[in-house]
């Protein structure tokens, strides 16, 4: 969880160093959340396919991909689980 927020503050840093007028301690908190939610949405975003490709293979193989997809879910719950308690 640090290294997403560390991602989001230094995401902000590259706004605040391309306005012409550096942000508010307030505008900075609200732009890092901001940047902050939508790493964690791409981050799910990117899990979820990655649920998806692995039902997507030849029927010989379909035990193990269920597998990987519940060990893929299990870490997508734990990351949730996570981020909701940092909140």
């Known amino acids: 969880m640090k290294k997403l927020k560390a991602i989001a503050k230094d995401a902000t840093k590259g706004v605040n160093a391309v306005l012409n007028a550096p942000l508010t301690p307030e505008q900075t908190r609200q732009v890092e959340d901001i940047i902050e939610e939508a790493v964690i949405k791409a981050l799910l975003e990117g899990q979820h ?33 996570n981020l909701s308690s940092l909140r």
């Open 49 to 81: 396919r990655a649920v998806d490709a692995t039902l997507n293979c030849p029927e010989a193989d379909q035990d193990e991909a269920h597998k990987i997809a519940t060990a893929i879910r299990k870490k997508n719950d734990a990351l949730i689980v």
